[in-house]
């Protein structure tokens, strides 16, 4: 599998948090195209792009989503965010270490983890450490869509969904970075929605199988 490379930008403004796509911050940086799918989705495949930048302390992101079938119903930390429409943006910084999961559905509600052993037991992680509320309130978001969205909407839309995560968090739990700058980090960016009318399964670097959890299908992240 050709596993795909993207050049992360520093910015000295920081992104403005309102999911302005194309804000001043936002218009520098390229965006990648989470649009490997699935074959166990739906015939709804929505075009799902994200872009990132970074500065000495935080890395950003944003989604955009062409969607449809939207539905977010959680919203508690932690809880099961990816039945509900649903981005992700998995990291690793040392491939000798574990990896991160962020997944952030609609409303913006987060579920995270450093993993560091991905098989499964009982349908579990065999070895992960879920972020702390602390760390929880640390990572800031916004989403252009209301926290809950119940009943789903079945009519074409456009959302999007920002975030700031600080490296301080990272090194938490993976130890010291150091200066990221000139460091190539691997990556993932999914997009799903497994308990929506229309269930999909998309990613930016190719998957093996139907599984998020699969580092060596990661890609790599350049901090230029």
């Known amino acids: 599998m050709n596993q795909p490379s993207y050049k992360i930008l520093f910015t000295h403004q920081l992104p403005e948090m309102q999911g302005a ?10 965006p990648l195209a989470v649009d490997c799918r699935r074959p166990e989705g739906s ?6 792009l994200c872009k ?4 000495d302390r935080n890395i950003y992101g944003i989604f955009r989503v062409e969607d449809q079938y939207v539905r977010s119903v959680h919203t508690g930390f932690q809880s099961d965010v990816w039945k509900d429409s649903c981005v992700e943006f998995f990291v690793q910084q040392n491939v000798e270490g574990g990896y991160f999961n962020f997944e952030f559905n609609g409303g913006g509600t987060l579920l995270a983890f450093h993993v560091t052993n991905p098989e499964r037991v009982n349908s579990r992680l065999k070895k992960f450490r879920p972020l702390a509320l602390s760390d929880d309130r640390l990572i800031r978001r916004f989403s252009t869509l209301p926290r809950v969205v119940e009943p789903e909407i079945p009519t074409p839309m456009i959302w999007h969904l920002e975030f700031s995560i600080p490296f301080a968090v990272i090194e938490k739990y993976a130890g010291p970075i150091g200066a990221v700058a000139g460091q190539i980090w691997r990556a993932n960016f999914y997009k799903c929605g497994n308990e929506t009318s229309h269930p999909h399964w998309l990613s930016w670097s190719p998957l093996r199988e139907r599984n998020f959890h699969d580092p060596a299908s990661f890609g790599q992240i350049e901090f230029c």
């Open 21 to 30: 796509w194309q804000g001043d911050a936002w218009c520098q940086a390229p």
């Open 43 to 48: 015939a709804h495949q929505p075009r799902t």
């Open 52 to 55: 990132l930048l970074y500065n």
